[in-house]
């Protein structure tokens, strides 16, 4: 089990970079394959690391102490919900608690914004999936909840905290991690809102919709054409992208 668990997280550090990757490059370019791969990438991490906490889940319920988390927060004598909940008594568990929140909630925010806000929802990835790399980083090489023993397996656990083994304080970090993880999501979807509407005022050369999505909803776009370029009543174009006085009724 221990190997397994730390095959899903490496497995999920590979789909979280080319997630981020995938859809910097094809908005970049343009490409609408490459976006739709990377959106459907960040519901491949979701289900990766879902696959993460049930290993940690099955190692603590079996009382595998050859993996050093399960030994020093758990216990065969510990109540069944103290022995689930030992998930996250500990920093190891903890971080991987965090990133597979943040991977649920990035999998639900992409799949409802999927028809909505398609302009802004690639750089939103990237900007999710750099934050969960992090994470998978930190749990890799630094934190790694399945790490093993190299010698001799001990036989019994040394159980969770006692402080922890209250209803309250086991309810505790499993709300504040959804919390936190929670907030992350609007951050990017914000940040790009931002950029757009900058990108939408008089004298802006680029189209808030990208290369890919002609009738996007850029305020501009019916009358303008792409790229900026104003078209005046009377069917006469110019390049310089600022509305003539015959489109003073504008948005914008």
Request: proline content about 6%; glycine content about 10%; overall charge positive.
């Amino acid at each position: 089990m221990a190997a397994f668990g730390t095959l899903t997280l490496l497995i999920a550090l590979v789909v979280a970079t080319y997630a981020g990757t995938a859809s910097l490059v094809g908005v970049r370019r343009g490409s609408r394959r490459l976006i739709e791969s990377g959106r459907s990438a960040v519901y491949a991490l979701a289900a990766v690391l879902g696959l993460s906490s049930v290993a940690i889940w099955y190692a603590f319920l079996t009382h595998d102490y050859s993996i050093k988390y399960v030994h020093h927060y758990s216990d065969a004598a510990s109540p069944l919900f103290y022995q689930i909940t030992a998930y996250w008594g500990g920093l190891d568990g903890s971080i991987l608690w965090w990133v597979f929140l943040l991977s649920v909630f990035s999998a639900i925010a992409v799949y409802t914004n999927r028809h909505r806000h398609r302009e802004l929802l690639p750089y939103a990835i990237t900007v999710l999936m750099a934050i969960a790399d992090f994470f998978l980083y930190v749990i890799i090489f630094h934190k790694n909840p399945f790490s093993t023993y190299l010698g001799e397996i001990p036989t019994t656990g040394k159980g969770l905290n006692p402080l922890l083994q209250n209803a309250y304080m086991v309810t505790h970090p499993p709300a504040l991690y959804t919390g936190l993880s929670g907030l992350t999501i609007p951050s990017p979807f914000g940040r790009g809102r931002s950029s757009r509407v900058s990108s939408t005022t008089p004298g802006s050369r680029r189209c808030a919709g990208g290369p890919w999505e002609r009738g996007s909803s850029c305020p501009w776009v019916s009358r303008l054409g792409c790229c900026g370029r104003t078209r005046s009543s009377a069917g006469v174009a110019s390049g310089d992208g600022i509305p003539s006085r015959t489109q003073a009724s504008f948005p914008g």
